[in-house]
């Protein structure tokens, strides 16, 4: 009966179990891993939308002034399907 419990299978399950518990750990830190490097890119790249935006619109302001000071000018209507205000890229 003991020979049951610490036989040879026994001892190959157990460390069937060991690999696949450590495969289970591997692959879990590459999806992980993968995951974080992408959600930073993400917030590098809205950082830059956002910059490109504040010099969009301090360009705006430049040009309107080596215009000359005219009436103020309000911001002009971009069509709705060229313009990419507010849009955030889905994952």
């Known amino acids: 009966m003991f020979d049951l419990a610490m036989g040879q299978s026994s001892l190959a399950s157990l460390v069937l179990c060991v690999l696949f518990i450590l495969l289970f750990l ?7 891993r993968a995951s974080v490097r992408a959600n930073q ?8 939308a956002e ?4 010099q969009t619109e301090l360009l705006k302001i430049l040009a309107a002034q080596v215009k000359g000071p005219t009436a ?10 060229l313009s990419l205000r507010g849009f955030i890229p889905e994952r």
């Open 26 to 32: 591997l692959l879990w830190f590459v999806v992980n």
């Open 41 to 48: 890119q993400i917030q590098l790249l809205q950082e830059i």
């Open 51 to 54: 910059q490109q935006r504040q």
């Open 72 to 81: 103020p000018t309000e911001p002009e209507e971009e069509d709705s399907v």
